[in-house]
């Protein structure tokens, strides 16, 4: 009876482990490389767990933790799941941690915000820093009589300015003997300069593990490899996707060769573009030689069909368009996406209050009333009925129609102030804070550093139903996604479409680049940062991908096209008047 081969994934990983567990039994730092699809927070719990069990009681006793720092809230609560809170391990994310160490040195925080030379004015304005309380709770710099609060990004600069003072790394090191950095990447740049100049470098300070995929840095600008004199341990396994697609990352990065969890699992991976029209094209700033926009959707929808005859499930495909803007359009909330533009992390991911409140409470509420779901409906709400009387009834009868009015008719903030007014449901105390601080302003211009209030005072004034359809959009409700907002996610089939719109991203100039390698100061971050997010996008799919190109691809580029998806799986599309 032979013996059954063993998931090539699998020892991939199990070897990436055992090079772990080495570095943390001699106490190096070290660098996880983990491609897409490869496991990386099984393998970052994985060390945890690990740590817990050989030193958890020791590290209680002596009052020190296991830092974890993570790039969101939502991979926070994922990790600190897996580990069940244990006392030895701090997860957070870099701001939580950063102001939970910061916050014990009033004197030095003072004494970084008098150094501040672009704030002196507030600083005078509001009576100077004086011996105030410095504290962290409204988002934006502030100065008054009693007290100083701090912006949003103040919080890990302040943090990289005490790394490179000797008494804080001191104090640090001993209070967290381990640092691990979830998606290191993509992590506040200072900050990650300040662990590697004081801690890296000299070899000294706390254990420092990194866990991330530099082909994945997609929300900041500095899209290269950063030096990081540690060891790097690749973790050559991926268990998402079909050999067909594993094979194109394979051939657009062989210096990370990804082993396959199922060898003969059947699955597609092509290339189709639109070469064959000789019509015309697009010729503006952002956007060259693409399909004119009414004619590049009727493509890709044309593709759709053609590939669900094919057998593709479309329940089961996501469509990857580049940016917000173009999808927002489509989708029906291009007011939010404007609002958001730069951040979209910050709808996507639900870590604005506004819109988590909507997406998580009030929009399931209002579906399930108007399914006449009530059992849902109080659910969502939190709570069961205080109902004595038949006029309670009434009560809730009447603010909820008004609500399910004010959703199709209103502004956010009339659906904001009804719902002050109601209780039904009652607004988060982050949210009622930020109206608060609005309404405190008077109608005076709302400080420039304050950029999540001017968020909100924006958001206010948009039509309520772009939360509708931005909602549908955020909790997969629709086939649609932008190629950023799916980093870590992962479908059953993908459709990439690389189109113009944008000049942060020449798609045809990065195929020919992946060939020609012809690199400058001119081009090279702009390569990069397009094959950073090319990456992402193609490695998301578990069975089958496609990708439409509806800008012209110069000959090299196609070379390029061919040699990843091979020639057989490359098609030039008749595009249809």
């Known amino acids: 009876m032979t013996e059954p081969i063993e998931n090539?994934?699998?020892?991939?990983a199990r070897e990436a482990q055992r090079k772990i567990n080495e570095a943390l039994d001699a106490g190096r730092s070290f660098r996880l490389e983990a491609g897409a699809g490869a496991g990386k927070t099984y393998s970052l719990v994985a060390a945890?767990?690990?740590?817990?069990?050989?030193r958890g009681p020791a590290l209680v006793q002596a009052g020190q933790k296991?830092?974890?720092?993570?790039?969101?809230?939502?991979?926070?609560?994922?990790?600190?799941?897996?580990?069940?809170?244990?006392?030895?391990?701090?997860?957070?994310?870099i701001h939580g941690f950063s102001w939970a160490f910061l916050r014990q040195f009033q004197k030095a925080l003072r004494d970084l915000v008098a150094e501040m030379d672009d704030r002196k004015e507030k600083v005078e304005e509001g009576g100077g820093v004086g011996t105030k309380p410095v504290d962290y709770d409204l988002g934006?710099?502030?100065?008054?009589?009693?007290r100083i609060t701090l912006s949003h990004d103040d919080i890990p600069e302040m943090m990289a300015k005490l790394?490179?003072?000797?008494?804080?790394?001191?104090?640090?090191?001993?209070?967290?003997?381990?640092?691990?950095?979830?998606?290191?990447?993509?992590?506040?740049?200072?900050?990650?300069e300040a662990?590697?100049?004081?801690?890296?470098?000299?070899?000294?300070?706390?254990?420092?593990?990194?866990f991330g995929d530099h082909w994945q840095t997609i929300y900041r600008s500095e899209y290269e490899l950063a030096e990081y004199p540690i060891e790097e341990i690749a973790k050559g396994s991926n268990f998402r996707s079909v050999p067909a697609v594993v094979d194109v990352l394979n051939k657009l990065r062989p210096e990370l060769h990804q082993a396959v969890h199922d060898p003969d699992a059947k699955g597609e991976a092509r290339f189709f573009h639109t070469n064959a029209y000789k019509g015309e094209r697009t010729n503006d700033t952002h956007s060259k030689e693409d399909l004119l926009p009414d004619l590049a959707r009727s493509t890709r929808e044309a593709l759709m069909l053609r590939l669900k005859a094919e057998g593709w499930d479309m329940s089961k495909t996501k469509v990857l368009m580049l940016t917000h803007n173009v999808l927002a359009a489509e989708q029906g909330y291009p007011t939010i996406a404007?609002?958001?533009?730069?951040?979209?992390?910050?709808?996507t991911k639900k870590e604005d209050p506004a819109i988590k409140f909507f997406a998580e409470v009030v929009e399931p509420m209002c579906a399930a009333y108007g399914a006449s779901r009530y059992g849902d409906m109080f659910r969502a709400f939190g709570s069961g009925p205080a109902m004595t009387k038949h006029e309670d009834k009434a009560d809730w009868r009447r603010d909820l129609d008004a609500l399910q009015k004010l959703r199709t008719e209103g502004t956010i903030g009339q659906v904001i102030d009804h719902l002050k007014a109601t209780k039904r449901p009652s607004p988060p105390d982050r949210l009622l804070r930020r109206d608060e601080e609005l309404r405190a302003l008077n109608d005076n211009p709302i400080p420039e550093d304050a950029s999540a209030l001017q968020r909100y005072s924006k958001l206010r004034n948009i039509p309520y139903r772009e939360v509708i359809e931005v909602v549908k959009f955020i909790e997969k409700q629709t086939s649609f996604a932008t190629q950023h907002s799916v980093k870590g996610a992962e479908f059953e089939n993908v459709l990439v479409v690389l189109g113009g719109g944008w000049n942060h991203y020449n798609w045809p100039q990065l195929l020919e680049l992946v060939k020609t390698k012809a690199l400058n100061s001119k081009n090279t971050k702009g390569f990069y940062r397009a094959r950073n997010l090319f990456y992402v996008s193609i490695s998301r799919p578990m069975t089958r991908l496609a990708v439409l190109a509806t800008q012209t691809m110069p000959d090299t580029a196609l070379a390029t096209v061919k040699h990843l998806f091979g020639e057989d799986n490359v098609e030039e599309l008749a595009v249809a008047t």
């Open 66 to 93: 296991v830092a974890c720092i993570t790039y969101t809230e939502v991979a926070r609560n994922e990790i600190a799941q897996e580990i069940e809170d244990h006392p030895a391990i701090l997860v957070d994310t």
């Open 140 to 146: 934006f710099f502030g100065v008054d009589t009693d």
């Open 8 to 12: 090539p994934a699998l020892v991939a």
């Open 195 to 210: 662990v590697t100049d004081n801690f890296l470098r000299p070899a000294t300070g706390p254990l420092v593990g990194l």
């Open 338 to 347: 404007e609002v958001f533009k730069g951040r979209t992390d910050l709808f």
């Open 48 to 54: 945890l767990k690990r740590l817990i069990a050989e």
């Open 163 to 192: 790394l490179c003072k000797e008494k804080f790394r001191r104090i640090l090191s001993q209070q967290f003997p381990v640092i691990f950095v979830d998606e290191y990447q993509d992590t506040h740049r200072q900050f990650m």
